[in-house]
């Protein structure tokens, strides 16, 4: 459809995208007093926090961000462990249900929040529009607006066509990552990236990373890295009520092997590593092996509240991927070799593996053994086939501790911000946490921008 109309409006700080950051940095600035403009391109806002269980969560210390992430931001790390539990208090003085205490994650490194995130959403949007704001679902950023020597506003196109200039003394990108672009992906995360599944909402394709570099913004470190899980292969449909069902949170607890046979990794890094890890072996597929311990305890309980308790091995056989199930591990290295992983090389993994664990090896075959790790001993036994899926990307803008876009040479773009997925450096091949990250970083890009604003007023 062409354009059917353009008009102009000013507001003081457009915030483009309404998820955890776009919220976070769109009640940021209406704390100090700004007024403000979300756009959301889809028909209806929360982007890929809509569809999460609710985890306000990351790291426990400052150490696993050394351990787990330490090629991010090491300030920027810093700043958001520091914060963490001061989000919380925010979110809870806004009436927005958030756990008073916070629990440990699945993961194993980290502590988080039990928060009722449509709640969140929800009152933002809210809080925008009582404000004397806008919020305009189905309205993209194309463009932005420079004039002089800074950013000053967007330029908007409805679903209808329209085109709108936004006038703004200050711009906060917050759009969720790359996942859903295909070019992207395969530029930063090689050719196997064209067998990822999305496993997020459809309208994060790098809106918020092509402006900041129209307007001279830089890239980051781990723009090859991401968060994502391990998914039953193949499946016949993945829409977003089977993204959880058909994720296969027990690989840290199951053997997970490549398609020559052998261990891809210490499962024990936690399944969004793994997924990272399948991405670059062969065919991005892999093969979970385990027994019936691990299938009635790890692959049926919650990794976290909210997920929700699911015969994960059950959802993958239903849902057409493939599977197996047999009384001893021998029948099931039979059946998995035909499915075309090396029979002999599988045999000898599990072998070495078994005998790893019970003599305390720090590894199998020149694979980490992880010291809490358990062999498959349980019949019966069993075994599905993996792909790994994305749900947004670690990499991205590069920007300063408040939350403003920086240049190659580390100056910052004039009028310009960003958080959440669409900045880099909090996470780096370990997840370091997604709803609270990305709410944290929008907050410090929303205030950074009203402060912004307030500045261009005075001058």
Known sequence: MGFTDSREFRTDVVVVGSGASGSGAALAALAEDATVTL??????????????????????DRTKFDELARLGNREMQYKLHAHHHVAADFIRSLGVTIADRPIRSGNRFGVGYKLDITGLLAYAQKAVVEAGGQVLLE??????VQERDRVAGVLARSADGTLTTIRAKSVVL???GFQGNREMLARYMGQNADHLLVRSNPGSV???FRLAQSAGGAGTKGMSTFYGHLIAHPVTS???????PLTQYHSAASVLVGMDGGRLADERVGDSVLSQVVLRAPGARGVLIFDDHVRRNEGTDEPFPGVGRVDRFERARSAGARTATADTLDAIIDQVAEW???RDALRLTMQTYAE?????????????VAPDARAPQTAPFYAVEVQPAITFTFGGVRVSLDGEVLDPDGRPVPGLFAGGADVGGISHWAYAGGLAPCFITGMWAGKAAAHAHAIAERA
Request: net charge negative; no cysteine.
């Open 174 to 176: 917050a759009s969720g």
């Open 39 to 60: 756009l959301e391109k889809r028909p209806v806002g929360g982007g890929s926090a809509a569809l999460s269980a609710g985890g306000f969560w990351t790291f426990e």
């Open 356 to 368: 790893a664990v019970s003599s305390s090896s720090a590894q199998a075959l020149g694979v980490p």
């Open 340 to 342: 075309g992983v090396a």
């Open 238 to 244: 993945f829409e977003p009520e089977e993204f959880r």
């Open 206 to 208: 790098g809106d918020g």
């Open 139 to 144: 309205t993209a950023a194309v463009g932005l």
